[in-house]
Structures are given as C-alpha cells and as structure tokens.
C-alpha cells in the first residue's frame, strides 16, 4: 500500500497499492467496491479525492496522473508529468480547479482541470523528490515537503480562477 485517502463525505476510502490498482473501499461495508487499474500498468504511488467527491487524482510512479469518476470508475484524463518524472503526490485546490503534482525531479506542477494543462513549474531549490503537497484551505499558499527533509511555502493565489 503506497497512499491512502478519505473522499470528503467519509464514505469511500481509496487505496493506491504497489500492483498497479487503486482500489476504492466503502466504509459502510469495508468492502472494495471498484478496482482502477493504471492503464501503462505502474504502480499508483498516491491518491487524493476532489474537493466534491467525484473525482480522484491518481498517480504513478512512472509519469502520469490519472482522474478517475468516483460514479463511473473510468479514466476521465490523463496529465502526464511534464518531465517524465514520476508522480509522488497530489492535491486539489479547495476549489477544486487546480491540481498540484509532485515528481522526483523536485518539481511542482500546477494544472488547470479546466485545460487540463500545466499552468505552472515550481522548482525546489534543494531537492531530488517532491514527496507531499498541499493547499491552504482558503487557495493561497501551496506547501511542498521535499526528499531533504524541508518544507517550502509558496504563493497561489488565483488558483481558484
């Protein structure tokens, strides 16, 4: 198991396991309700749900991220790492419009969901490995943990347009 997370309701826990699924769990039954196979077969290195609940970002270890429909469990998109890089960790925006990605090339990337584009690259100084990201709950502070142990803060604000 590489990452877990809650959807926003509490009601599904997804699961990111190193042979290449993530699986959804329904806390009512503590069942496994749908299995997302990655489609390039890798292993799904970390999760996290939508703001909403109808989506979850997964991604591997080999360069993509993908949103899955929590209703449907099928691929809506596929955001590939701009530097094929590997994906470490990702976060919605509260607002549910951007989704940050972290590689293990010390990068950063936001993307709009509208375009599903990369709108920008934030480069930890002093890193190998972007290993944690998260927004601020009021969308203008981005953290980033890093395989050297540091934490960077670093200014969003309009992520939510």
């Not at 196979?37 to 993509?64: E, M, R, Y």
Request: net charge negative; aromatic share 10%; proline share 5%.
């Amino acid at each position: 198991m590489e990452s877990v997370a809650f959807s926003p309701d509490g009601t599904i826990l997804a699961v990111g396991e190193v042979n290449d699924n993530t699986y959804l769990f329904s806390m009512a039954t503590h069942k496994i309700t749908a299995t997302l196979p990655d489609s390039k077969g890798h292993q799904a290195f970390c999760v996290a749900f939508s703001p909403d609940g109808t989506t979850l970002a997964a991604g591997d270890v080999n360069d993509n991220t993908y949103l899955f429909s929590v209703a449907t469990h099928k691929i809506t998109a596929t955001l590939p790492d701009p530097v094929g890089s590997g994906v470490f960790s990702v976060a919605f925006s509260p607002h549910g419009t951007t989704l940050v990605t972290g590689d293990r090339n010390g990068h950063a990337y936001l993307f709009s969901l509208a375009t599903q584009k990369a709108t920008a690259t934030l480069t930890d100084p002093h890193s190998n490995g972007v290993y944690s990201v998260t927004f601020s709950p009021d969308d203008t502070t981005l953290a980033i943990g890093d395989d050297n142990g540091s934490t960077y803060l670093w200014r969003v604000a309009g992520s939510a347009s």
